[in-house]
């Protein structure tokens, strides 16, 4: 089995910064394409930002140009810098890794969710 960590959520003003972490621990033979996910309240799961094992990212239009994801192969985790963040940033925060743990074997695994809260 695989589990996914995840660290760094919480309160902040308009304008500032967070940090979110998400570590891979288990099984994992190699790990293809991580990325973060994010709920608000009322509204549906949307796509933030991923990132392949080649380094290679793609955002939502968003967070374009506040966020960067970036990805420690050798520690099989994933970052997510957020910078002046917005209240409709306000969300819980997933991590998501797509896991290869065996010969021809691939999942997709999930974190518990981080709350970040952005307000004065």
């Known amino acids: 089995q695989v589990q996914l960590v995840e660290s760094g959520g919480g309160l902040v003003q308009p304008g500032g910064s967070l940090r979110l972490s998400c570590a891979a621990s288990g099984s994992i033979f190699s790990i293809n394409r991580m990325g973060w996910y994010r709920q608000a309240p009322g509204k549906q799961r949307e796509l933030v930002t991923t990132?392949?094992?080649?380094?290679?990212?793609a955002y939502a239009e968003s967070v374009k140009g506040r966020f960067t994801i970036s990805r420690d192969n050798a520690k099989n985790t994933v970052y997510l810098q957020m910078n002046s963040l917005k209240p409709e940033d306000t969300a819980v925060y997933y991590c998501?890794?797509?896991?290869?743990?065996?010969?021809?074997?691939?999942?997709?695994?999930w974190g518990q969710g981080t709350q970040v809260t952005v307000s004065s």
């Open positions: 990132i392949t094992s080649d380094g290679i990212t």
């Open positions: 998501y890794a797509d896991v290869t743990w065996a010969w021809n074997k691939r999942d997709a695994y």
